[in-house]
């Protein structure tokens, strides 16, 4: 399945190709850094560099497999795409990524767009948060 994903985007099939992608699907953190995933293959017991980490991340983000949200802290995450549309939170103490949708958000921006004579496209929106405590 995976074979047939990277083939769909017009990638070859490479074994560093293909570890890096099972580690996107199955990791129980959907939003992992390029660090994140070069951890996860060392614990694995796979022999992928950080260099190829990184190029790989960057053919996916390319080929649009994944999506790379560059958040404040200068910390980039990538995960993979999917069509259901969501936005993020990101705690500033633990660097943790939390997705939201909110229906009033979505529509006051189309409102907002709107009273300005444009016709919203994209957005991104991302809230830094901390812990109550
Ligand atoms: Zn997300």
């Known amino acids: 399945?995976?074979?047939?994903?990277?083939?769909?985007?017009?990638l070859k099939?490479?074994?560093p190709r293909l570890k890096i992608l099972s580690i996107l699907e199955h990791s129980?953190?959907?939003?992992?850094?390029?660090e994140d995933v070069y951890k996860l293959l060392l614990e694995a017991g796979e022999d992928v560099g950080l260099a190829t980490v990184y190029r790989v991340l960057t053919q996916f983000e390319s080929a649009g497999l994944?999506?790379?949200?560059?958040?404040?802290?200068?910390?980039?995450?990538?995960?993979?795409?999917?069509d259901d549309h969501h936005d993020h939170m990101v705690c500033v103490d633990s660097?943790?990524?939390?997705?939201?949708?909110?229906?009033q958000i979505e529509e006051l921006q189309h409102q907002i767009a709107e009273e300005h004579g444009y016709e919203l496209i994209?957005?991104?929106?991302?809230?830094?948060?901390?812990?109550k405590s």
């Open 95 to 103: 660097g943790d990524v939390i997705e939201f949708v909110n229906k």
């Open 28 to 34: 129980e953190q959907k939003h992992l850094s390029a």
């Open 1 to 10: 399945m995976s074979n047939q994903q990277l083939k769909d985007v017009g």
């Open 66 to 82: 994944v999506a790379r949200h560059n958040f404040e802290d200068g910390h980039a995450v990538f995960e993979l795409n999917s």
């Open 13 to 15: 099939v490479t074994l």
């Open 122 to 131: 994209d957005h991104n929106l991302v809230l830094y948060v901390k812990k």
